[in-house]
């Protein structure tokens, strides 16, 4: 059973517009959201994280969104960047659980020039 | 400072093969963690350890076994290794387990080819 789920493989943008990177999750244990950017042949490596306590969290073109009552969080990404095509895949992780980080199955964006 | 080193980069085995995937650290993180990555699937967690002497299984720890006899080491055994077993592995080491994300430190990945 997937407890944190991307149900978009794939994501195409146009460089300049806004880039949105969708997640639900279903273990209503889980205290802290993470995305991770992966190139090919890297591991992957941390982009922003919210708490559970909070709804939006900021970090120049990268903000991410946190919908408890729907179990689902979003990464904006604005302006995108050729740069920022990558694979991306968010994370969740439960302090009660032991902090075991749990991946969904990623999202491959592509922005355009 | 090496951070997080994997050993071997790239391996084809034969089924029915051992072999171990090795992880060492150099930042004294208590917490390490071993992933694999398959197309479709994301991140899968295999096993993890909070601890010197303390392990625990992940999502996926079938075909799999570890120890941590040290804080900088934690490998990864495939006993007899399975074509289902070719995968991408990631390890990965933090001192505070997930709970800020950028604390995590991931190696640069092991390549492995079961024929």
């Known amino acids: 059973d997937q407890q944190v789920k991307q149900n978009s493989p794939s994501l195409s943008v146009q460089e300049g517009r806004i880039s949105i990177l969708n997640c639900d999750y279903t273990?209503?244990?889980?205290?802290?959201f993470l995305w991770y950017k992966k190139y090919p042949a890297e591991g992957p490596t941390f982009l922003i994280s919210?708490?559970?306590?909070?709804d939006k969290n900021e970090d120049g073109r990268f903000t991410v969104f946190l919908n408890k009552s729907a179990k689902h969080l979003s990464l904006h990404i604005v302006p995108s960047q050729p740069g920022d095509s990558a694979v991306y895949f968010c994370?969740?992780?439960?302090?009660?659980?032991?902090?075991?980080?749990?991946f969904g199955q990623g999202t491959e964006l592509s922005v355009k020039p | 400072n090496a951070g997080v080193t994997q050993t071997p980069k790239f391996q084809v085995l034969k089924t029915g093969q051992s072999m171990t995937l090795q992880c060492a650290q150099d930042m004294n993180h208590e917490y390490m963690s071993w992933y694999r990555q398959d197309p479709g699937m994301g991140l899968r967690l295999i096993h993890y350890?909070?601890?010197?002497?303390?392990?625990d299984q992940g999502e996926v720890p079938n075909g799999y076994n570890v120890s941590r006899s040290t804080t900088e080491d934690f490998p990864l055994r495939l006993l007899s290794a399975a074509p289902s077993q070719t995968s991408v592995y990631f390890c990965?080491?933090?001192?505070?387990?997930?709970?800020?994300?950028?604390?995590?430190?991931f190696g640069e990945g092991s390549w492995l080819t079961v024929v």
């Open positions: 990965a080491s933090s001192y505070d387990p997930g709970f800020s994300g950028n604390t995590i430190y």
């Open positions: 273990n209503s244990m889980f205290d802290y």
């Open positions: 350890s909070v601890g010197a002497g303390i392990t």
């Open positions: 994370a969740a992780s439960a302090r009660r659980e032991g902090g075991k980080l749990i």
């Open positions: 919210i708490s559970s306590i909070k």
